[in-house]
């Protein structure tokens, strides 16, 4: 890709109406565009880091054996009036009427809609368990939108639904997306804890939220620092090795606001492992019984008798995770921004300062490096801007490797560094080198 031909408008300045670092970032280097109150348009640099965000999620799905399907935004209120929440529900629902005047509405999750499926589908024990998937626009009419993409109306959101026999199958298949998250979270490099949480409208008694920690959060958060340091490696999908591993988060303190417990939580911590702080909610996991199988009367026949199935839900929060990552690795102060590499929106940018004598936009070095890496997501910058404008344009929008060739670089060489680190002098036939290196970190 050349940045002269690219689809990256940059502001010059932040933008004065955004307060937090992601929201900030992601409007100057045109990732989003507002269209309405929490309303956005995702602009290609964006869309192409959230589309990355997306292909971890569905690969961490797809490993634990979920199936994924696409149901609709837009849903008949009928579902919702035999389940009950279509009065619960509130104003965070959209509603709307057809032609024919009939209810709808968009969508704020989908336990109904899935549960028809099902009940419809499905009628033995035998076809049991069923994990399925989608991952698809949300709306919510959020009383205050706010932070860009991280308190939205509409959003992007990845949810998958378990059906089970029974409260030990069920809990199995809530723990295989518990490792699920565990792992997505490790490879988008994010430090995200399980914390045991309250289920608010989607109801049940058991659930765990995924936080990572930043100031700007919005869940208060109060935990056993200890937490951070349990190690997972799980590469079986095994009943006993998942309770092991739920069993070695559950051991150390951590819950938000709602579930918090002064005396409990001094108590429980020793002092010097007390942690009080903010985090971003970028996973929530429910496990709710019957809640909906009962007065939807999705059953299976079961030793002759119907038998109301288990079911639990899993949100990602696919577009909140593009803000959350940025608030979690921006250095604000310096202006630097450095994806991890398996979701940078490019691998890799050439700085190049042209060929000032020929007035040709690019070097013949960058032409050759270009043709030469082909297998990186790469973009070129052979814009007009001089090179330290060029330097500080990518060291915002964060490609993780930067090659600069400046004028004053020797003509069998480039300057390579990580972005936001020392830059070293390499030889142009030492490029396989620096292929390697970043091919290395896509996993
Ligand atoms: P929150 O407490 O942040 O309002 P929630 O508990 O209502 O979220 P869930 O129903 O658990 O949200 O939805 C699953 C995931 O969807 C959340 O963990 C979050 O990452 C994302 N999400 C929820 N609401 C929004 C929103 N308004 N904008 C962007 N992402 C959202
Ligand atoms: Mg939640």
């Known amino acids: 890709m050349l940045a002269s031909k690219s689809f990256i408008p940059i502001l010059k300045n932040n933008p004065a109406e955004a307060k937090i670092k992601s929201h900030k970032l992601m409007l100057r280097v045109g990732m989003i565009k507002q269209s309405s109150a929490g309303i956005y348009s995702w602009l290609p640099l964006g869309f192409k880091i959230m589309k990355k965000i997306e292909k971890i999620v569905r690969e961490e799905q797809d490993s634990i054996g979920a199936q994924e399907m696409l149901m609709p935004t837009i849903q008949s209120s009928d579902i919702w009036k035999e389940s009950g929440r279509y009065d619960d529900y509130g104003e965070e629902m ?11 509405l968009y969508g704020p999750t989908n336990e109904e809609l899935i549960t028809e499926i099902f009940r419809s589908s499905v009628k033995s024990y035998k076809s049991l368990p069923q994990l399925l998937y989608h991952i698809q626009w949300k709306f919510r009419d959020e009383l205050r939108p706010r932070f860009g993409i991280m308190r939205c109306r509409e959003f992007y959101m990845k949810d998958a639904y378990s059906f089970d026999l029974n409260d030990e199958e069920a809990n199995f298949s809530y723990n295989k997306f518990f490792l699920a998250y565990l792992n997505t979270f ?32 919005e869940s208060k958060i109060y935990t056993d620092k200890r937490i951070f340091n349990v190690n997972f490696t ?10 092991v591993l739920r069993d070695n988060f559950e051991k150390y303190y951590a819950v938000t606001d709602e579930k918090f417990n002064k005396d409990e939580f001094e108590k429980i911590v020793p002092q010097e492992h007390r942690l009080i702080t903010k985090g971003i909610e970028v996973g929530h996991i429910f496990y709710f019984g019957d809640k909906y199988s009962k007065p939807m009367k999705a059953s299976v026949d079961y030793q002759g008798k119907k038998t109301f199935v288990k079911m639990g839900s899993y949100g990602v929060g696919v577009s909140r995770l593009v ?16 994806w991890p590499v398996p979701i940078a929106p490019y691998e890799c940018v050439i700085l190049d300062s042209g060929n000032k004598a020929s007035g040709e936009s690019m070097s013949k070095n960058a032409l050759h490096l270009m043709d030469k890496l082909k297998d990186i997501d790469l973009i070129v910058d052979d814009t007009d801007d001089n090179i330290s404008s060029k330097i500080k344009k990518f060291n915002l929008i964060g490609v993780p490797y930067q090659i600069i060739l400046g ?27 620096i292929k390697k ?4 970190k896509r996993s």
Do not use: C, W
């Open 407 to 433: 004028s004053k670089t020797p003509d069998d060489s480039f300057e390579f560094r990580e972005t936001g680190e020392e830059s070293k002098i390499i030889k142009i036939d030492e490029l396989s080198k």
């Open 323 to 338: 803000g959350a990552i940025i608030e979690a690795k921006y250095d604000d102060k310096n202006e630097i921004m450095k």
């Open 186 to 217: 490790k490879r988008l490099n994010l430090a995200a804890i399980p914390m045991a949480a309250d289920t608010g409208p989607i109801g049940g008694n058991l659930s765990h939220e995924f936080v990572i920690l930043a100031d700007t959060g």
């Open 234 to 243: 799980e590469s079986v999908i095994e009943k006993k090795s998942l309770k």
């Open 437 to 440: 290196l970043i091919i290395d």
């Open 94 to 104: 959209l509603r709307i009427k057809d032609r024919q005047n009939r209810e709808m």
